[in-house]
């Protein structure tokens, strides 16, 4: 509400809310209130949603090639809150507080909260209807790019609301190399299901990697690898990582 009320305020508000941007990182959904962006054409947003439980340097790689390759305005990362398949998590505070650090410097990452303030689960499909709201009740027309990786592919059409998810118009998939997967166009419309074949997807050239946050975690957890995973974080993750003693195994009595 404050801030709506400073975007209201025409030269004046802009000024306090560049004071503030100071010390703060407000995220996208405060942002559009006070940024002008281009209307004469569709927006080119890519999405990369997640657990990040952590964000580590794949999720910024993919980010920063689609970017590139997909022409994008920018990339928005957005938190899972309450994720309904997952459990075990680490505070979302805290979670979207390292993609906060870890997008930090790159004018073209931006970050969002909308699915951590949002009560209950966080599903996939409400997410894109609220971006596109968040766009378009500002005058902006959107086409949102949703990254996933090749081994999500098999699990489409078990989202929910999958078919609405993969009907033209509410997004386009960007699918990029996972686990050294076949990344070929035959192997990805081989592995869609039968019922979103027809989706519009993309093949990212980005590097592969097996690295994923469940490695992260388990390499922090150990005493012996736990150095190891130092280099598959952000810097700044890593500082929030042990400033909060995150993923340590407990030690028992």
């Given at each position: 509400?404050?801030f ?10 802009r ?20 940024i ?9 947003i890519g ?6 439980n952590?964000?580590h ?5 993919v ?8 022409m ?5 990362f ?8 997952k ?14 650090e ?14 951590i303030?949002r ?26 790019y ?9 699990g489409l ?39 979103v ?6 093949l ?24 190891c ?16 003693k ?8």
């Open positions: 509400m404050f709506r009320i400073l975007s209201k305020l025409g030269s004046l508000g000024l306090v809310f560049c004071i503030y941007c100071v010390f703060a990182d407000p995220p996208i959904e405060v942002l559009l209130d006070f002008d962006l281009p209307k004469h054409k569709p927006l080119r999405l990369s949603m997640g657990t990040f952590p964000i340097l794949w999720h910024l790689q980010a920063q090639c689609g970017w590139v390759k997909m994008l305005d920018f990339v928005i957005i938190v899972n809150g309450n994720p309904p398949h459990e075990g998590v680490v505070d979302a505070r805290l979670r979207y507080k390292m993609v906060k870890a997008v930090k410097g790159n004018p073209r990452f931006r970050h969002s909260r909308i699915e303030d009560d209950g689960p966080s599903y996939t499909v409400d997410t894109l209807r609220q971006m596109h709201h968040l766009f378009e009740s500002r005058g902006y027309k959107v086409d949102l949703l990254f996933i990786g090749m081994d999500n592919v098999d059409e078990k989202w929910k609301e999958a078919p609405e998810i993969l009907a033209p118009g509410l997004c386009k998939l960007v699918i990029a190399p996972r686990y050294q997967a076949m990344m070929t166009a035959d192997a990805i419309q081989a592995h869609l299901p039968n019922r074949k027809d989706v519009d997807w993309f990212l050239k980005s590097p592969d990697s097996d690295v994923s946050s469940t490695l992260v975690r388990e390499w922090i957890a150990s005493e012996v690898d736990a150095p995973a130092d280099y598959l974080v952000p810097n700044a993750v890593r500082k929030i990582i042990a400033k909060y995150l993923y340590r195994r407990t030690k028992s009595a």
